[in-house]
């Protein structure tokens, strides 16, 4: 019973703990929304957000969804907003 306890608990931590990228990832809009937003942001974290988008593309083609889905992320942090927010205004 313990067991079953502890496992249930580990379960729930991890389903909590899910990061903002676990979302579905567009390879085409997701792109286009932080370059958007890093055009409009400008200077060095644009910069490095626009050089995480163009490697999350070359993922994408590499069939590496989730790895995209990641330097989406970090390049939609560099710009102050967070994945899953671009994807809801995006209605998706």
Known sequence: MMNRLIAAAAAFAALTAAPAFAAPVS?????????TLAEA??????AK???LVATGEKLCAADAKFEAGKKFAAAAKLL???L?????????
Do not use: F
């Open 84 to 92: 899953a927010s671009l994807q809801v205004a995006a209605g998706q």
């Open 27 to 35: 390879c085409k809009q997701t792109p286009a929304q932080i370059r």
């Open 41 to 46: 942001k400008g200077g060095e974290d644009a």
């Open 49 to 51: 957000a626009l050089h």
């Open 80 to 82: 102050g907003t967070e």
